[in-house]
Nanobody, 124 residues
């Protein structure tokens, strides 16, 4: 099993920045990708970004490309999501997740373990 704990959410004005963190523990040696998803009220959960744990390859949703940066610190078993130029439509609960699969990073069905989520609210 893998345990994930997110932190770093909060309230920010449009145009501002936040950095989310996700600390992983447990069976982290088998993790292939770590990803961030988000879910706004009344909407489906959607992919935000993912990173390959072994080689650092990154993947982004078109809606956040150029504004968000995903990174990892292998020594700390932690993944980060730096969110810049935030917009009100970025408001959502953000979830960290892990997958042991080498493909399917854009689909939440590929991810086996999830954090509890952290609220991000962007005011206009």
């Amino acid at each position: 099993q893998v345990q994930l704990v997110e932190s770093g959410g909060g309230l920010v004005q449009a145009g501002g920045s936040l950095r989310l963190s996700c600390a992983a523990s447990g069976r982290t040696c088998s993790v292939y990708h770590m990803g961030w998803f988000r879910q706004a009220p009344g909407k489906d959960r959607e992919f935000v970004a993912a990173i390959s744990w072994s080689d650092g390859n990154t993947y982004y949703a078109d809606s956040v490309k150029g504004r968000f940066i995903i990174s990892r610190d292998s020594a700390k078993n932690t993944v980060y999501l730096q969110m810049n130029s935030l917009k009100p439509e970025d408001t959502a609960v953000y979830y960290c997740a892990t997958t042991f699969y080498t493909s399917g990073v854009y689909s939440d069905k590929s991810y086996s373990y999830w954090g509890q989520g952290t609220q991000v609210t962007v005011s206009s």
